[in-house]
């Protein structure tokens, strides 16, 4: 049953993309949300709160979002690098609790 649910939830992804409103898509680094990003209730109680759209039958994704993913996740990777190398040397320079928390790492 899951499997055909998913199938058809997924048919109706697609016929969402073909059919809707091009002001209603929305393209993301992980999938395309032919719904713009409101949830149908139906498929809320499905994956249980909002904009868990890897979870959603449709939002469409697919192997070629791989290295979208995988850049998304190095970007963020560096950015907390950067950001706790920033933090360590505001601590070495003695600056106060406040402009640490500004940069946060921690």
Partial sequence: YTTL???????????LLREGPMSKIRFRETHICPVGEEC??????????????????L????????????????QLLERIKYQHRRREQLEAAGEPAAVLDEVGGR
Avoid: T
């Fill in 40 to 57: 149908p209730s139906d498929i809320l109680e499905q994956i249980g709160e909002p904009r868990r759209c890897g979870s959603c039958p």
């Fill in 5 to 15: 649910f998913r199938s058809k939830a997924e048919a109706n992804g697609l016929q």
């Fill in 59 to 74: 939002a469409m994704k697919c192997v070629d979002h791989l290295p979208a993913i995988a850049a998304k996740r190095n």
